[in-house]
């Protein structure tokens, strides 16, 4: 049987935690900044945790045969 390859874009895109929690960068902090509020741009910093049956979708093309 074949070796299972990694989604390379997928692995770039987000990150798993040593508890198995999937990790993302919050979408829309990039640029556009000024018309956004002081309160919505400090809630787009840091992480997002990507929920439930997205985050396994996520895990199985990140590191597959786990």
Same mark, same amino acid.
């Given at each position: &049987?074949? *070796?299972?390859?990694t989604?390379?874009?997928?692995?770039?895109?987000v990150?798993?935690?040593?508890? !198995?929690?999937?990790?993302?960068?919050?979408?829309?902090s990039?640029?556009? *900044?000024?018309?956004?509020?002081?309160?919505?741009?400090?809630?787009l910093? !840091?992480k997002?945790?990507i929920?439930?049956? &997205?985050?396994?979708n996520?895990?199985? +093309?990140?590191?597959? !045969? +786990?």
């Amino acid at each position: &049987m074949p *070796k299972l390859k990694t989604r390379k874009s997928v692995a770039k895109r987000v990150k798993i935690t040593k508890n !198995g929690k999937v990790l993302r960068h919050r979408p829309g902090s990039r640029h556009l *900044k000024a018309g956004k509020s002081a309160n919505r741009r400090r809630g787009l910093r !840091g992480k997002d945790l990507i929920p439930g049956k &997205m985050a396994q979708n996520y895990k199985v +093309l990140v590191a597959p !045969g +786990l």
